[in-house]
């Protein structure tokens, strides 16, 4: 019973990893690579609707991660449920074709003409999402065994996802703070004064709210108004007092905490219009416009609803007991966890780098540093995986490397790089994506889909080796570095040998871009 509990809660982190990942993809593909804008559409009303599901999808997620995380018991049960379940491909083939409609608008018509045929690509989307969500939900557990698991609950998580899709109309509501004189002037005062700290020419004028720097000028309306991070708190706040109400002081909770949290949200916010500006002035002002406003500003507020419900769970004065509430043992000794955390963290990461920085290699040093921090934090886990030198394995990650680098497209740009960007791209590469990408693809995924002979064998090398070349701009070259790293793994059972493949393959083709300084090649 125990073993099928572990399984049921190792479905569960997969399918939640999943569920991460592709929302990061479809944000990236839709207001990165082809950023929709509403205003162009013959639908705007329903347009920004469906723009407003990346922030409810945010939303949702981390109420997910706060239901589970402070009712460990209704996680078990529901791991037991998933145990027993054992899935039917047919719900997975449902989502996978719900995934592909989400995407089929941009191949279909492309990034620049999707904003013309946007009902269309709405129908897709819409079909393609409700398909998605219905097939992950029945391939991990039963229709009844969900229905039996909500009813123990007394229901409660309908009533907290609710909560968190309501985050942006919450937002909405409260923009009308951002119209009170007294709140603006000192925002605006604030912001200026962080500007000028910078030693640029600035300028504002508060009776239309507008600032600027170094010739960059924008208007600050009501939806970059940092409202939307009073909302965020606000849900998640109020989720945490009605799942600890028996455990947490009430007036202290919200006579205290909810305004220092406020404070800190309304700072944060002067902080980021301040970024936005510099970014504009100094950087790129469509970047800043769109990429860093669109949804940066979401996650950055969301990191600090989580923040400050962390600060809540550990401060004993608000709680009756006067002593934190314990948790379970932590995550970081998780070893399934170790094998999904720094993958999700590498991708939040890029999508950072693409919100911030308008080339998103120069964001690459702060990349690095969320990399190094996960793995740290995933250190305890990391120690139990028994590490053996393998000379084949090193044969084999030369040979990979040398055959991407013959491979390797014509024509590829040089670009000159500081000294110090290139100690970090290269330590990125050889020390951090092997380890990172070694114990996803084949850690876990290749490990999870192997249940034992050679069918399922193959199948799970085909899988784990198209879903890694899938990660990579050249899916043929990079699927077959994965079958190659996956049988790695298989030779010696060992996930040690096929991150030290990964390393000799990475070192090779790092030393070749930094010799050529063609940094597109890694």
Known sequence: MADASVNGRRRLLTI???ATLELLAIIIVYQVMASIECR????????????????RGLAVLT??????????TS???LAGLVAVWPGAPGWWVLHVVGLALIFLPLPLFG??????RFLPSLLMMGIGGLCAALGALLATARHGAWTEWLRGDGFLLPLVLAGALLVPDLADSLRLLWYLQALTDVTFALVYVVLLSTGAEVWADLSIHVIGMDGFNVQVGSPCSGVEGIALISIFMA????????????????LVLYPLALLTSWTLNVLRIAVLIMIGAWVSPEHALNGFHSYAGWLLFTLLAIGVLAVAHRWRWLHRDSAAPQVSPPLSRDPIVARIAPFVVMMISGLVAQAFWQEPDAGYPLRVAMMVAVLIWCLPALRQIPWKFDGIALLAGLAIGIGWIVTAPTG???????????LIRVFGTVALIPLIEELFFRGYLLDRLDRGGLASRVTALALSSIAFGLLHDRFIAASLSGLVFGLVMLRTSRLASPIQA????NAIVAAWAAATMTWTLI
């Open 111 to 116: 990034p620049e003409t999707i904003n013309a």
């Open 63 to 72: 109420a997910l991660a706060l239901f589970f995380w402070l009712r460990r």
């Open 75 to 77: 996680f078990h049960r």
């Open 412 to 422: 590829l740009v040089r670009s000159e790089q500081e000294f110090g960007w290139i």
């Open 40 to 55: 162009l559409t013959e639908m705007e009303l329903a347009c920004r609707a469906l723009r407003s599901m990346t922030a």
């Open 16 to 18: 939640a990893a999943l």
């Open 502 to 505: 990964h390393v000799a393959s």
């Open 239 to 254: 989720l945490y007092a009605l799942l600890m109400r028996g455990e947490v002081r009430q007036a202290r909770f919200w």
